[in-house]
């Protein structure tokens, strides 16, 4: 048991491009931009559609774990749990389902379709095509859904009841705040030389009068900029809706602190 | 470390609380019954468990005061925290927090606003308003385990002095685009569910909501409350086989299982009841009852179930099992599994079949399996057994 959690590996995905370990590709974009040019993820053939969104979290979450066991030895935790926070949910294939019950009649909606109307069905494709045997879940909590699933995760990984945690936020809905962020949660260990979280707190407030100008995709790419550039930093987050989430981060140890910027957001 | 569960709400197609639906299992009624709230024609089945009228469920949550959520979800949710939170006085609290499991949410509301909307999380929303929570508040999703997900969390938050005191729930509206999508499926039964017995034909899709308080043991004891029963332990895998089957043999509810009695830090050899997943399909049957072979070893482990009588409530599920579970240990009573005749004989589980019979055990494992492969248990006991 450790009360402080080692990021030993992230990534993020928007409609700017891709980044892994590295300050997120500042930009815009509709949708997730295509996977940039270098070799793309293998992945296994399953002989059936998978939804664009699912295949995206399969890569991303590949190349995660690869970069990890590339970096860190020893490997990873053979346990992973995979946490994904999201205010959007299946919306899209929800939205996709629903139009194909009215074109075909409600006695022919598609079972494949259908199977992908979970929030959860993208990352039990990564259990299908990565081998993962962890937990698998999603957490809802409006725009502070990545840092809630980021503080859940650290919540678990401290506390030992989880190996090892990919979390962070999942938003996928053809938009230009579309994002997949994810980051490597394990117990801090001195061989670890990574960024660590030292705090996390989830509250709910519904009297107080948020700024929302924050969405997941920003908050999480303040969150990668702090881990890519070694700094020290609160990242924090809140939304009309009354939930706030906020993490401390602090830079791999032995690194020298450098100025914090200011990572928060809303009240925090 | 555990939790206490101190008080228990329900909502089901049995109607308002749990007086009731404990009845009804024990006399082995079912609820289920022809879909009312929606057109069925040409789907493989036209039943399913509906719960009470939105009127009466508002009627019943009046006493939370002046919420007033605009979704089924949440509307289920808080008539079954009405009944959870009676009597307690609810003064504004950050060690207070919520966790909601749920698959759909407030699905009504797709499409009808921008697609920043949260529909998963406005039960749990909901709740914390009404509950004046200002701890820890989120919704979990894992499909069929969502709720047995949100009991996990819950559970954490009190095992790690965040929280004194969380109201886990677990709600699902029945919706057509579900029945819709389990017809798609081929999924649905068309006479009532029947888990375990040779002549199923798959499930049926109820609604339904269930709150239970947990606390810590030291705060139900400053408050002068006595537990229902006490949660040990949570333990989740995946197995990685399909998004809508099953691993066949078992290995991921057996694995989950395995976790959870590990952190509850008890073995399988203390437990005496498993109250099964049971949703009347064969595949879930049978991949049920090797893993509970296995887990057992021929052991002779009372076997509950209660979908055959609520029907499947999805993200509710798991949250209404573990309610039930609680009352059966607190009062040592084990319902039969509703629509059981005959077993299956390639699913052979000692279940209680015909009649209610006694509860041999203080200590119960709770199963749950969902789409996407997901698997949990929770371990529950008597609070007599943890002194």
């Known amino acids: 048991m450790s009360p402080e959690v080692a990021v030993t590996s992230w990534a993020v995905w928007s409609g700017a491009g891709v980044s892994v370990n590295e300050a997120p590709v500042p930009g815009s974009g509709r949708g997730l931009a295509p996977w940039p040019d270098r070799p793309a993820p293998i992945l296994p053939a399953r002989g059936r559609p998978v939804p664009p969104s699912a295949s995206a979290l399969v890569q991303l979450v590949q190349a995660i774990l690869s970069t990890r066991r590339a970096r860190v030895v020893p490997p ?45 069905a993208a990352g039990g494709e990564v259990s299908l095509a990565l081998g993962l045997r962890g937990a698998l879940s999603t957490v809802s909590s409006g725009e502070v859904s990545g840092l809630a699933a980021l503080v859940t995760g650290a919540a678990s990984v401290s506390s030992g009841r989880s190996e090892a945690c990919l979390c962070g936020a999942m938003e996928v809905s053809g938009s230009d705040s579309d994002v997949i962020a ?21 509250s709910f407030d519904p009297e107080t009068v948020t700024d929302s100008r924050d969405s997941p995709r920003s908050t999480m790419e303040r969150l990668a900029v702090t881990l890519a550039h070694g700094e020290s930093a609160e990242i924090g987050a809140s939304c009309p809706g009354g939930h706030a989430a906020l993490l401390t981060v602090v830079p791999a140890a032995g690194t020298t602190v450098r100025p914090g910027r200011s990572a928060r957001v809303g009240r925090g | 470390m555990s939790a206490a569960i101190t008080s228990v709400g329900t909502v089901t197609g049995h109607g308002l609380g749990c007086a009731r639906l404990f009845a ?14 929606f057109p069925v024609d040409g789907l493989c089945s036209n039943l399913a468990a509906e719960a009470p009228a939105d009127e009466e469920l508002e009627s019943a949550a009046s006493s939370l005061g002046a919420v007033r959520p605009d979704d089924r979800a949440s509307r289920l949710l808080l008539a079954a925290a009405a009944e959870a939170l009676a009597g307690r006085e609810l003064e504004s609290s950050p060690r207070r927090g919520v966790v909601v499991g749920t698959t759909k949410g407030a699905f009504e509301h797709l499409g009808r606003s921008p697609g920043s909307d949260d529909l998963l999380g406005a039960p749990a929303r909901a709740l914390a308003r009404a509950a004046r929570a200002r701890g820890p508040s989120f919704a979990t999703s894992a499909a069929c385990t969502s709720s047995a997900v949100a009991l996990g969390e819950g559970l954490r938050l009190i095992e790690d002095g965040i ?61 002068g409350r006595w537990p229902i029963a006490v949660v040990e332990g949570f333990g989740s895998s995946s197995d990685g086989y399909d998004q809508v089957a099953p691993e066949p043999g078992g290995r991921g509810l057996l694995e989950a299982s395995r976790r959870a009695l590990t952190a509850a830090g008890v073995t399988v050899h203390e437990v005496g009841g498993y109250h099964a997943h049971g949703t009347g399909t064969i595949q879930n049957d049978r991949m049920e009852a090797a893993a509970f072979a296995a887990l057992f070893s021929g052991r002779d482990v009372t076997v509950s179930a209660i979908k055959g ?52 055990s203080n200590r119960l494992l709770v199963a749950s399996a969902g789409f996407g492969g997901i698997n949990t248990a929770l371990v529950l006991r008597t609070p007599a057994a943890a002194t």
């Open chain 1, 76 to 120: 990873p935790p053979t346990t992973v749990d995979l946490k994904l926070g999201t205010r959007t949910g299946s919306r899209e294939i929800d939205l996709a389902f629903l139009q194909s019950l009215a074109e075909r009649g409600d006695a022919f909606g598609s079972p494949s379709l259908f199977a992908y109307t979970l929030s959860t």
């Open chain 1, 182 to 202: 994810l980051f490597l949660l394990e117990p801090a260990q001195p061989y670890l030389h990574a960024p660590r979280l030292v705090g996390w707190k989830l």
């Open chain 2, 24 to 37: 009804a299992l024990l006399e082995g009624r079912s609820a289920i019954g022809p879909v009312t709230r």
């Open chain 2, 163 to 223: 929280c004194d005191e969380v109201l886990v729930g677990g709600t699902e509206a029945l919706h057509a685009f579900v029945y819709r999508g389990f017809h798609a499926l081929r999924a649905l039964s068309p006479r009532p569910a029947m888990p375990f017995d040779v002549e199923r034909a798959g499930l049926s899709l109820g609604e339904g909501a269930a709150v239970l308080v947990l606390e810590s043991l030291s705060h139900a004891r400053a408050h």
């Open chain 2, 309 to 360: 009588s609520l029907g499947h409530t999805l993200g509710a599920g798991a949250a209404l099992d573990v309610a039930v579970c609680a009352l059966m240990l607190q009062r040592g009573t084990v319902p039969p599994v509703t629509n059981l005749r005959t077993l299956d004989p390639l699913a052979q589980l000692p279940a209680a079949i015909g009649a209610p019979c006694p509860l041999r």
